[in-house]
């Protein structure tokens, strides 16, 4: 069976210092975790301090963006071998925030996340339909056309978020989310995590689906004890 991945997008939250604190707390609680890959995504400038963090343990380090050239005049960019060069192995790509407001598009997504494999980090690429295009029925068409960017690799998974479901406390139920991978795994074989409150009380249920690969957490990843309890219903899973 292959491995879940649970990821933790922190997006803009936690300090270098509030970040450290909490991977030590944690990695307690995860020390002989073997069974699945644990990924965290903090900010930018909290990496140092988690890949330091989390040095001998099994927990992977994640960017949570990165711009497609290598080096150059792009003031405000990171790049794929800067991610590496701080000690990452994974970076997301193409997260509905970042489409909805940093101008982020599937062609963007596209070139990204082919610059970052060839750097050779693991990509989680996003994609999910809003809620107005699940009401109009074009949920297919929407990832269908956000998929047309990318081909299989090794290294690639894809995050569902159903964008209606971030950061809301509207979780797909785990049939729409069961369906929604379902159609995807036709379009592109690749894992594909779930993403959209997942917690504690809906974590078990969804990863016990064998089309739900992982799960990116975003709120529910900053608490201690909720990130601990969803890592936990990995295991059980
Ligand atoms: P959420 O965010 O868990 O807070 O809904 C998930 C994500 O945006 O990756």
Redesign the pocket.
């Known amino acids: 069976m292959r491995k879940k991945l649970i990821a933790a997008?922190w997006?803009m939250h936690k300090t270098p210092e509030q970040a450290q604190a909490f991977v030590s707390a944690f990695l307690p609680h995860v020390w002989e975790h073997t069974r699945d890959e644990i990924v965290l995504c903090p900010a930018f400038v909290a990496l140092p301090a988690v890949v330091e963090a989390t040095r001998d343990s099994q927990i992977g380090v994640g960017g949570q963006d990165m711009f497609w050239e290598k080096e150059g005049a792009y003031t405000g960019a990171i790049s794929a071998p800067m991610l590496r060069a701080v000690g990452c192995s994974h970076v997301?790509i193409g997260?509905?925030?970042r489409r909805q407001y940093f101008g982020e598009t599937d062609e963007t997504v596209g070139k990204r996340v082919q610059a970052a494999l060839e750097a050779g980090l693991f990509v989680i690429a996003?994609i999910g339909e809003t809620e107005e295009e699940r009401e109009r029925n074009e949920t297919e068409d929407v990832l269908r056309r956000q998929l047309s960017v990318l081909a299989p690799d090794d290294n690639l998974v894809l995050?569902y978020?159903p964008v209606w479901?971030?950061?809301?406390g509207k979780t797909a139920t785990p049939e729409m989310a069961h369906e929604a991978h379902d159609f995807i795994k036709s379009q592109l074989d690749v894992p594909v995590l779930y993403?959209?409150?997942?917690?504690p009380e809906n974590a078990a249920e969804l990863l016990s689906r064998s089309s739900i690969d992982g799960a990116?957490?975003?709120?529910?990843?900053l608490d201690l004890e909720s990130f601990t309890a969803i890592c936990r219903a990995a295991i059980r899973s």
């Not at 990116?216 to 990843?221: I, K, N, R, Y």
């Open positions: 997008n997006k997301i997260h509905s925030e996003c995050a978020e479901a971030i950061g809301t993403g959209g409150s997942v917690k990116l957490v975003g709120g529910a990843s």
